[in-house]
């Protein structure tokens, strides 16, 4: 167990709709990173927040945005959501943000767009 | 996009055989880690390698990099059913920010008794 949660564990949703995915961060850590895991392929770099604002953007159209609250607890929200968005997103947490600083993963949300 | 690739894509072995794995990545980088992943869930980090360390090692993992070919490998000895998973390398570009990791498209290590 890493202290990572994530909610809700799976998704179902139609194209077009919008959906909010959630994350909890380990106790202490005040960095959360969003990956995108489409099936059989690494994790793709969303966007990172540090203290509540936005630290680093991966190549995401801007329809994936994201919340960071002063509880360090996060959220990834996408709109207008498209077929090829179906993936397992995962989030990871880590103390600072910093280089060479490991990550903690929570279990992902699987999200599946019909 | 991808950073590099992991080699092989898949490898099935015996209990109690040796793993390696392979990664190989395109830019500078600040550091490189290993993260094992069970069934499509969440990613555990393994062991971190910085740019200027060669090898190294913990309990039955020994990782070694090679940054003028700009690759590393992971060794998994004495490997038990327990091991099989996804095996992912990261990268951390040398760009001074905080860390924002490119994941390989993995190895899938399957370990029979």
């Known amino acids: 167990e890493t202290g990572v949660t994530q909610s809700p564990t799976h998704l179902i949703k139609t194209r077009g709709q919008q959906v909010t995915l959630r994350c909890s961060s380990q106790s202490g850590h005040n960095t959360v990173s969003w990956y995108q895991q489409a099936l059989g392929q690494g994790p793709q770099f969303i966007f990172q927040y540090y203290r509540e604002e936005e630290n680093g953007r991966g190549n995401f159209p801007p329809r994936f945005s994201g919340l960071q609250f002063p509880n360090y607890s996060s959220e990834l929200n996408v709109n207008a959501l498209e077929l090829d968005d179906s993936a397992l997103y995962l989030c990871?947490?880590?103390?600072?943000?910093?280089?060479?600083?490991?990550?903690?993963f929570g279990s992902g949300t699987q999200l599946s767009v019909l | 996009s991808q950073q590099g690739e992991e080699d092989p894509q898949a490898l099935s072995i015996q209990e109690g055989e040796n793993a390696t794995m392979n990664c190989s990545y395109k830019t500078s980088i600040n550091n490189l880690q290993w993260y094992r992943q069970n069934s499509g869930r969440g990613l555990v980090h393994l062991i971190l390698?910085?740019?200027?360390?060669r090898e190294k090692h913990s309990g039955r993992l020994r990782v070694t990099l090679d940054t003028s070919k700009k690759s590393s490998s992971l060794l998994i000895t004495a490997s038990r059913a327990a091991d099989t998973a996804s095996y992912f390398c990261a990268t951390d570009p040398w760009s001074g920010t905080a860390s924002k990791l490119t994941f390989g498209t993995g190895t899938r290590l399957q370990v029979t008794l």
């Open positions: 390698i910085r740019s200027n360390e």
């Open positions: 990871a947490s880590s103390l600072t943000g910093q280089s060479n600083e490991k990550l903690f």
